[in-house]
């Protein structure tokens, strides 16, 4: 298939092959940030692992996934994105198998890193190859919602796959199930995705410092996220990590400034739809954190739902994102981007605001904030994710790419951690301890009323912002 036949396909179906890659690949990058998660009890008797080698085999491939994907967009964006995606699979498969050989924590925690470095090294390109395939918006939209759509899938029923895989076979499988879809993708956007072009390549040389300053800065600012929740602001250790990414960030702009040949460049953000559309990312970054770290502690601790139960009771947010992709493209062209964005962002703080002050008095207000928010989201997620893309220079996509889901990651890490510790900090022993008494429970609920409203504040003051920079397109 030459590149000429994919300039400009008229649907989805005319490049099916290169769909269906991408959205392989989004799909294994989802599955992975949690399909460890339901064997983890298996793992610490097999492995002999305590609960801090548990803690590095789910947040070593987070962490590094999330902090590297910066990196590898600017190295795609010079040595060619395809490549490196294929690249970044092989070694993804090769990772996965390697699971085989583990036999103490640390070779596992070893492997997941070496997974969430090569999960780095595919994730920008699955947008910025979309933007190979497509010039017209619409199209774009489409095949963002579908990939997505894909992905949310594979989420939602990635973790009873998981459980039932787990009856009849061991947990290794659950990662070398990893080969099989990662050699289709592979198959896929081979024979799907026209050869990178050089004279689309970005020719400045890599700033190797930068890279290494930004991804240290990511990691640190994630690392600080995660020991602020877990272990509590008391602790020395998120004081010092956060001391740490402040240097490092301070150290990477006064670089990013003074050198000749910017990772990225800063004029970038400054365009408008760049700016607005990492704007709506954080505050539905923002917003996703409270609700993944509240809910589930709601139902279970006060209301003394089975995590079985939980995991239903969280259904109608999944089930509303992948229903509402396949209309976010007819709604864009009714309203229009300018339209249509703020309607979902009000969706979304809309469903913020329904369970801060009603979520405590019945279930049925859960799964109205929850359907409100996945709505809301399922809008803005994708039309934010054109839009950053769009302001990016042609050879800059995957950096734009990985920027954009960077972005998001960043802000639920920190949503995460304003949470945790307005909840911590409200409560006299620990999350265990709400269901001693009604005072417990009513602290509890409180401080979630409170952190809901304070980051509801937030994503608001974000989304009006990002509505304003929005009108100067």
């Not at 396909?9 to 290169?18: E, F, G, M, N, T």
């Not at 085989?100 to 090569?118: E, F, K, M, N, Y």
């Not at 769009?390 to 920190?414: C, H, K, M, W, Y």
Request: with cysteine.
């Amino acid at each position: 298939m030459s590149a000429t036949t994919l300039e400009r396909p008229a649907s989805l179906r005319a490049v099916w092959p290169a769909i269906l890659g991408l959205s392989v690949v989004f799909l294994v990058e989802m599955l992975d940030n949690s399909v460890l998660n339901v064997a983890l009890p298996t793992i610490a008797r097999e492995l002999n692992a305590t609960a801090s080698d548990l803690q590095w085999i789910t947040s070593g491939y987070s962490l590094l996934f999330g902090g590297l994907m910066i990196a590898f967009g600017t190295i795609a964006d010079r040595y060619g994105t395809r490549r490196v995606m294929l690249i970044g699979l092989s070694l993804f498969a090769l990772a996965s198998l390697a699971v085989l050989a583990v036999r103490t924590p640390g070779q596992l925690v070893a492997v997941r890193a070496v997974l969430g470095i090569t999960a780095a090294m595919t994730a920008p390109g699955t947008m910025a190859l979309c933007f190979r395939l497509f010039d017209q918006e619409n199209l774009l939209m489409r095949a963002t919602a579908f990939i997505s759509t894909v992905g949310l899938a594979g989420l939602a029923v990635g973790p009873t796959v998981g459980g039932l895989v787990l009856q009849v076979l061991p947990w290794q499988t659950l990662l070398v199930m990893n080969v099989p879809i990662a050699v289709l993708a592979i198959v896929c956007i081979r024979r799907g995705i026209p050869a990178d072009d050089a004279s689309n390549r970005n020719s400045a040389p890599l700033d190797l410092l930068g890279a290494l300053l930004g991804t240290a800065t990511i990691v640190l600012a994630l690392w600080t996220a995660t020991l602020a929740v877990e272990d509590g602001w008391a602790h020395r250790t998120p004081w010092l990590a956060g001391l740490a990414t402040l240097l490092s960030a301070t150290g990477f702009v006064r670089h990013e400034r003074r050198t000749a040949h910017p990772m990225f460049d800063f004029a970038v953000l400054k365009r408008p739809q760049v700016s607005a559309g990492l704007a709506y990312q954080a505050a539905l970054g923002l917003s996703m954190a409270v609700l993944a770290y509240s809910v589930s502690l709601q139902l279970q601790l006060v209301w003394g739902w089975s995590p079985a139960q939980a995991a239903l009771g969280n259904l109608p947010q999944v089930i509303t994102m992948i229903a509402v992709g396949p209309f976010v493209e007819k709604l864009v062209d009714r309203l229009g981007t300018h339209r249509a964005g703020p309607l979902g962002a009000a969706a979304v703080i809309a469903g913020l605001l329904v369970y801060a002050l009603l979520g405590r008095q019945d279930y049925i207000w859960i799964a109205i904030a929850l359907t409100l928010t996945a709505a809301g989201m399922r809008v803005v997620m994708v039309i934010a994710s054109v839009t950053v893309m769009r302001g990016f220079p042609e050879d800059q996509v995957s950096t734009g790419a990985a920027l954009n889901d960077t972005g998001q990651e960043v802000a639920s890490s920190i949503g995460m951690a304003v949470t945790g510790t307005i909840v911590a900090a409200a409560l006299t022993g620990s999350l265990t301890d709400i269901t001693a008494g009604p005072a417990s429970v009513h602290a509890f609920e409180n401080a979630v009323t409170t952190a809901t409203l304070t980051l509801t504040a937030i994503s608001t003051a974000l989304v009006t912002w990002a509505i304003r920079r929005n009108r100067k397109i």
